[in-house]
């Protein structure tokens, strides 16, 4: 992977905070960004393999658990270390030119993911790619190629940052507009 490849997956401290006990409670992990459903396009966490990756689902990513702000993995996650990223194949042609921020909130969501009776839901934030960054993104795999083994290369930039506007920042408010 080149080292200015942006990964399409980044998740804030605290994201990552709860997936660690969640992990803790629950074993291995995947999340997948629902399409639609119940709580609209929010991402939703599972024990890995409840929820059935479809051959056109597409990875966004594996998230490294063991892995801290600013930091890069020098080796694979393996077990509940790693957390593989889904989303619909379909949505993800809506959303491939962007980057998805996984962050906390408070509240309850109305999905079925693992997150939800802890009074907290995940959400997705995003921040559109650069066109060099878009040039630079790898092939994507999809559910086909995770069953034959295919899995991505380590990710070259922190998949972990400290907040969701460390990712995509929000831009200051210009006086006069609302």
Same mark, same amino acid.
């Given at each position: 992977?080149?080292?200015?490849?942006? %990964?399409?997956?980044?998740?804030?401290?605290?994201?990552?905070? !709860? !997936?660690?006990?969640?992990?803790?409670?629950?074993?291995? !992990?995947?999340?997948?960004?629902?399409?639609?459903?119940?709580?609209?396009?929010?991402?939703?966490?599972?024990?890995? *393999?409840?929820?059935?990756?479809?051959?056109?689902?597409?990875?966004?990513?594996? !998230?490294?658990?063991?892995?801290?702000?600013? +930091?890069?993995?020098?080796?694979? %996650?393996?077990?509940?270390?790693?957390? %593989?990223?889904?989303?619909? *194949?379909?949505?993800?042609?809506?959303?491939?030119? @962007?980057? $998805?921020?996984?962050?906390?909130?408070?509240?309850? *969501?109305?999905?079925?993911? &693992?997150?939800?009776?802890?009074?907290?839901?995940?959400?997705?934030?995003?921040?559109?790619?650069?066109?060099? +960054?878009?040039?630079? &993104?790898?092939? @994507?795999?999809?559910?086909?190629?995770?069953?034959?083994?295919?899995?991505?290369?380590?990710?070259?930039?922190?998949?972990?940052?400290?907040?969701?506007?460390?990712?995509?920042?929000?831009?200051? $408010?210009?006086? *006069?507009?609302?």
């Amino acid at each position: 992977m080149n080292p200015t490849t942006a %990964p399409r997956i980044v998740a804030t401290s605290e994201a990552v905070e !709860l !997936l660690r006990r969640l992990g803790g409670t629950h074993g291995a !992990l995947m999340m997948h960004q629902s399409g639609g459903c119940c709580d609209g396009s929010a991402p939703m966490c599972y024990p890995d *393999g409840e929820f059935i990756v479809g051959d056109r689902d597409v990875l966004l990513g594996v !998230l490294d658990l063991r892995l801290r702000v600013g +930091e890069t993995p020098s080796t694979r %996650p393996e077990g509940g270390d790693a957390v %593989p990223v889904w989303i619909s *194949g379909s949505q993800f042609e809506v959303w491939k030119h @962007t980057q $998805l921020v996984l962050d906390v909130v408070p509240g309850r *969501g109305s999905g079925f993911g &693992l997150e939800s009776p802890m009074g907290v839901r995940f959400l997705s934030r995003s921040r559109a790619f650069t066109a060099a +960054e878009i040039s630079a &993104l790898p092939e @994507t795999i999809d559910g086909r190629a995770w069953e034959q083994g295919q899995r991505p290369a380590l990710p070259a930039q922190p998949q972990v940052v400290g907040q969701a506007a460390d990712a995509c920042p929000v831009p200051p $408010l210009v006086s *006069g507009t609302v």
